[in-house]
T-cell receptor, first 114, second 114 residues
Framework: GQQLNQSPQSMFIQEGEDVSMNCTSS?????WLWYKQEPGEGPVLLIA?????ELTSNGRLTAQFGITRKDSFLNISASIPSDVGIYFC??????????????FGQGTILTVHP | DTEVTQTPKHLVMGMTNKKSLKCEQHMGHRAMYWYKQKAKKPPELMFV???????INESVPSRFSPECPNSSLLNLHLHALQPEDSALYLCASSYSDRPNEKLFFGSGTQLSVL
């Protein structure tokens, strides 16, 4: 099945710094989703990407769907303490036995120091 | 309204107990999902219901029994669980189970099996 390699695994940054994380796969995906999860809560959808090359922003967040359809990145500009959490990429693939299933990356744990 | 509501928020049960987790959405979504998540790991798919019919069972042990009484409700019945089943159980929904649909997650039920 599909696997997603998400990096970095964790980041410790100062408030105000920019953050970048990415996901890569050996397989193509039709949709990329980025989620943020805080302790004791479910993942919250941040950005959805549907087309290769698509660049989408949501406030201080920007994400791109790689042109090869095998990768995606998420940038957070001017980080603030409430950005703390685990960020997951997830890919949706149409085809084979993985039809309609989300494949998750392993997550990036973000810590922001005031 | 993009809310998926899960109850209870926390659940402690013994290995001989029978309990149920409940999930509700009123977004008109026709696909609903159960995921299991261990701490700091990505969610793992358990079941998918599409138009109130079970479409995917990811080889989940029979001590977990899903039920979809109607298009807005999803239950997960638990019986004779093991301590290793302790985890955050997440419900999610999407407009359909097509592979480009965004999934919206609930806040989860934190389950502890003693």
């Amino acid at each position: 099945g599909q696997q997603l390699n998400q990096s970095p695994q964790s980041m410790f940054i100062q408030e105000g710094e920019d953050v970048s994380m990415n996901c890569t796969s050996s397989s193509i995906f039709n949709t990329w989703l980025w989620y943020k999860q805080e302790p004791g809560e479910g993942p919250v959808l941040l950005i959805a990407l549907y087309k290769a090359g698509e660049l989408t922003s949501n406030g201080r967040l920007t994400a791109q769907f790689g042109i090869t359809r095998k990768d995606s990145f998420l940038n957070i500009s001017a980080s603030i303490p409430s950005d703390v959490g685990i960020y997951f990429c997830a890919g949706l693939y149409a085809g084979g036995t993985s039809y309609g299933k989300l494949t998750f990356g392993q997550g990036t744990i973000l810590t922001v120091h005031p | 309204d993009t809310e998926v509501t899960q109850t209870p928020k926390h659940l402690v049960m013994g290995m001989t107990n029978k309990k149920s987790l409940k999930c509700e959405q009123h977004m008109g979504h026709r696909a609903m999902y159960w995921y299991k998540q261990k701490a700091k790991k990505p969610p793992e798919l358990m079941f998918v219901y599409s138009y109130e019919k079970l479409s995917i069972n990811e080889s989940v042990p029979s001590r977990f029994s899903p039920e979809c009484p109607n298009s807005s409700l999803l239950n997960l019945h638990l019986h004779a669980l093991q301590p290793e089943d302790s985890a955050l159980y997440l419900c999610a929904s999407s407009y359909s189970d097509r592979p480009n649909e965004k999934l919206f997650f609930g806040s989860g039920t934190q389950l502890s099996v003693l």
